[in-house]
């Protein structure tokens, strides 16, 4: 009983605070926001601090080092976390921004305007840096925040938080402008969920499992961020040379996130060309391969017969599923079946191939000849991102900051009635 009271009042608080954060003035987000960088860089040691207690946990309880990886923080990625902070500073603030405007026959004239969706919680996992980068965009777009983060890093999240908040309080926001939940509780992900009278919208960032949960217990309108099956497809008329640079790129660089290669397509004219040199590759970074019959003679020794399951699989590791297919439209037909709508990539100099594409993979994003490792708000120049959505509506691909607001109509009259 205890937590629900507590929770409510923490929803309250921020639904209040979010009308005063709604009218706050674009330079005043920009300076609060710059100064929520500096603090941040000022307490780098503490964070650092924090994150080593999260490791040696997550190195006990012995999970994966693509987990480990998401969850570590080095003076490099606290400095990205500034960098996202002063990025988002910069960019045009969209609350009030005009979407489009007309006249109608009444003599009305009408404005669509953007404004703030409210309060928005966010339950994450592993990665840390969501919450310094969540605060950035949800702050500059109006809304106010409840974060809920993973346990598992649940001393860095905390350092993070009260480094950004402590410039909150000296500003005066009113209390619920930033909110985090500390409990390790698992019943305090429900009370969220319920609160449906407070918090305007859910978004989701992580595993299944997680998603899941949230999508069947929520009362709140929910953004997914679902999983990524991604997949990158080698065109017979690719070039070679830059698809294997892309393919290497878009396993290796990162494997533990959800924009990383998941699994390969391979046009029957090139496999023969393409797979040896490819696989050698991959086997030298470390990549387990896991692959159809065609792909598995061509490698020779040391690759997996992939199953259905495989095809169907977010690995978040060194595991690459390989399918070597027959037609440009047997790997359209494939990736819409088996992935998740995420980022699929094509490598081709085909021109009409590339069009076709495009128009036909139903994903969030979709390339033509470069990595699916760019599907990130910072790389697509949003200073950062929530998330990664995988609907379709309200947002779909990489979120911020417009993506964090609704809008409403603003309509001027000479003293109309309706007849």
């Not at 009983?1 to 921020?14: D, I, S, V």
């Not at 966010?122 to 840096?129: D, K, L, Q, T």
């Amino acid at each position: 009983m205890e937590l629900k009271k507590e929770l409510t009042q923490t929803a309250k608080n921020a639904a209040k605070a979010a009308r005063f954060l709604a009218n706050l003035s674009t330079s005043e987000k920009n300076r609060i926001l710059e100064e929520m960088a500096q603090n941040l860089e000022k307490n780098k040691s503490a964070i650092l601090k924090a994150n080593k207690k999260d490791i040696t946990h997550a190195k006990s309880s012995k999970l994966s080092s693509a987990f480990i990886d998401r969850l570590t923080l080095n003076d490099k990625r606290i400095g990205e976390m500034v960098d996202c902070l002063l990025s988002v500073a910069k960019l045009p603030d969209p609350v009030g921004s005009e979407i489009k405007a007309w006249d109608v026959p009444s003599g009305l004239h009408i404005h669509k305007v953007r404004v703030p969706i409210g309060v928005i919680a966010i339950i994450y996992e592993s990665r840390p840096n969501v919450t310094s980068d969540c605060i950035a965009l949800t702050f500059k777009a109006g809304n106010c925040v409840i974060l809920r983060g993973g346990s598992e890093a649940m001393h860095t999240n905390q350092a993070i938080y009260e480094a950004i908040n402590d410039v909150a309080k000296r500003n005066e926001l009113p209390e619920g402008v930033i909110n985090f939940i500390s409990t390790k509780e698992r019943r305090a992900i429900e009370v969220l969920l319920k609160l449906n009278e407070y918090i305007d919208l859910v978004i989701p960032r992580g595993g299944e499992g997680l998603i899941k949960k949230v999508v069947t217990l929520s009362r709140i309108p929910v953004i997914k961020h679902y999983k990524g099956i991604c997949h990158v497809y080698v065109d017979d008329y690719a070039d070679l040379n830059m698809a294997e640079k892309i393919c290497f790129n878009a396993k290796v660089q990162r494997p533990g996130v959800c924009n990383a290669m998941e699994s390969m397509l391979v046009h029957r004219d090139v496999a023969a060309r393409f797979l040896p040199i490819m696989l050698k590759q991959f086997k030298e970074a470390g990549v387990e391969i896991r692959g159809c019959a065609l792909t598995q003679r061509i490698g020779k020794d040391g690759i997996k017969k992939a199953t259905e399951k495989d095809y169907r699989t977010e690995y978040n590791d060194l595991i690459l599923s390989v399918k070597v297919v027959d037609t440009f439209d047997q790997a359209i037909d494939r990736i819409n079946e088996y992935g998740s709508h995420h980022s699929d990539s094509i490598v081709t100099d085909d021109e009409d191939n590339a069009k076709e594409f495009l128009r036909k993979v139903d994903s969030a994003c979709v390339y033509v000849n470069a990595s699916t490792r760019f599907t990130d708000g910072y790389e697509f120049g949003m200073g950062a991102e929530i998330g990664i959505s995988t609907d379709k509506l309200h947002a779909r691909g990489p979120m911020a900051l417009e993506e964090l607001t609704s809008y409403k109509y603003a309509v001027f009259g000479t003293g109309q009635i309706r007849e």
